[in-house]
Every structure is written in structure tokens, then in C-alpha cells.
């Protein structure tokens, strides 16, 4: 089956502690996304990539960090840096010709 | 579908009965948009698009509405069932390349028996 995959589904870390959220996607699109979901906020950037090996920043990059080394992988990661890092994380990708991004399940990291 | 903030929107609905759904969007050079739906705990799922030279796109159960005089958006699902019940939010593309997507905050949808 095609699709984009995240994990884990729900991440625990220490204040601190850096971590790094998985996101593959087989569907051999070109764009991959990070976003951050917050209670009744919209999603709100923080990473996106367009080909291998670039990425640009988002709307809230700050305490994050991104690599884009192979097509289909887009991991994220927070560091100690981001002050509130406990959220609902989603990846994207989208093929270029098309408009639509296309989500994965989503992994809930918890910081205390 | 305003952000008010920790608490979303709700539009509560009997089962069987038709449900509209608004979105509000900012920028009047958006030249596409989507509704996705979330269901509680997973990642959004495309629902249906349309394109700022459109007025109206039909779906299966869903219809979508756009006026650009007023920048307003609207899902309407026909004979809403149980499975409908979600988070509904829309997206507005920004630019041509589609790489530019500003999502608004989302309406719950509670589908009564």
C-alpha cells in the first residue's frame, strides 16, 4: 500500500532531551512537510522540502532541525531549544503537478 | 470556522440532516483550496478542492462553495452520518506552486443519533 508513514504514534522525553520524529513516504512525491498542531490553532509550518537535500524554513523553525537525504524520508527533529515542544506533529508530501497535500497519522510527543 | 482561541467552533447535527461547514479565508490571491477532515488522534484526509475560478464542486455526499466576493468557503455534506463526525478545516494555497498552505483553525462536527 502507498501512503505516508510516522513514528512513533505517541513519543515521552525529558525536558532537555533532543528527539527525532520518523516520516516516510513511498508515494514518490517531491514535496515533504512538517507541520505542528495545537488546540484549536491551524496547522502551522515548520519545515518543508521540495527535491533532496534542501529545505527551507517555515513559519515556526525556530528549536527545530529537518535533513532531506533520501526522496522518501523527512525527519524531524525537536531540540532542547524549542521552548513548548509538546504538540501533535504532521508530515505531508505532495507530487509536483498536483496541488493537494496528502497527511500522515501523526505523532503526539509529549515533553515533561 | 473562526479561531476562538483553545475552543473550536462545534456544529452539532441529527443524523440524516444536511451540514454546512465555514471557512473564512484571508487572502483574496489564493488561487485553490481544500477541505480535509480529522478524525480524532490521526492525520487530516483530503475531502474535496476547488479552484478560485470555480463557484461550486460536487463530491460524493460533499459540495463546496466558494465566494470570492466576501472571501468565504463552505462545506456541505449531505445526509450527514455518524462517520461524519470530525474536525473539518479548509486550506487556502497561497502561490502556484502550492507549496505556500495556510490552514484555518477547523469546525467539530458532532453528529447526533
Known sequence: DGGITQSPKYLFRKEGQNVTLSCEQNLNHDAMYW?????????????????????QKGDIAEGYSVSREKKESFPLT??????????????????????????????????? | GESVGLHLPTLSVQEGDNSIINCAYSNSASDYFIWYKQESGKGPQFIIDIRSNMDKRQGQRVTVLLNKTVKHLSLQIAATQPGDSAVYFCAEIEDNYGQNFV?????RLSVLP
Open chain 1, 35 to 55: 507541520y505542528r498542531q495545537d488546540p484549536g490553532q491551524g496547522l502551522r509550518l515548520i519545515y518543508y522540502s521540495q527535491i533532496v537535500n534542501d529545505f
Open chain 1, 78 to 112: 525537536v531540540t532542547s531549544a524549542q521552548k513548548n515542544p509538546t504538540a501533535f506533529y504532521l508530515c505531508a508530501s505532495r507530487k509536483d503537478e498536483r496541488w493537494e497535500q496528502y497527511f500522515g497519522p501523526g505523532t503526539r510527543l509529549t515533553v515533561t
Open chain 2, 103 to 107: 490552514f484555518g483553525p477547523g469546525t
